[in-house]
């Protein structure tokens, strides 16, 4: 059974940084694409950062472009969200998921079976 669990959440004032961390189990991190999505309050969950089993990184929401990254450890069987320069539009709880077809990202709620329970980001002074 694949698992991910989410840590790392917190407050920040604006302009600050995090790194959120996905620690997985059930499933060799190796050969799957992690995608992160965020939902605020009152407001749709959104796809916003992915990374291939190849390193390669898919941008879905254009506002993180230059202040969020991916990296892994498949060593740890850990993801990393790292984000920087922190805005209070940035404020959601933080969700990564692993996709249905194991090595392809999406922005698509739909394509990610297995997801974490979340970890809350608030961005404020």
């Known amino acids: 059974q694949r698992q991910l669990v989410e840590s790392g959440g917190g407050l920040v004032q604006p302009g600050g940084s995090l790194r959120l961390s996905c620690s997985v189990s059930?499933?060799?991190?190796?050969?799957?694409?992690i995608a992160w999505f965020r939902q605020a309050p009152g407001k749709e969950r959104e796809g916003v950062l992915c990374?291939?089993?190849?390193?390669?990184?898919?941008y879905y929401a254009d506002s993180v472009k230059g202040r969020f990254t991916i990296s892994r450890d498949n060593a740890k069987n850990t993801v990393y969200l790292q984000m920087n320069n922190l805005k209070p539009e940035d404020t959601a709880i933080y969700y990564c998921?692993?996709?249905?077809?194991?090595?392809?990202?999406?922005?698509?709620?739909?394509?990610?079976?297995?997801w974490g329970q979340g970890t809350q980001v608030t961005v404020s002074a």
């Open positions: 059930g499933f060799t991190l190796d050969y799957y694409a």
């Open positions: 998921a692993a996709p249905q077809t194991y090595f392809r990202c999406s922005g698509y709620v739909a394509d990610f079976p297995s």
């Open positions: 990374e291939s089993p190849t390193d390669t990184n898919t």
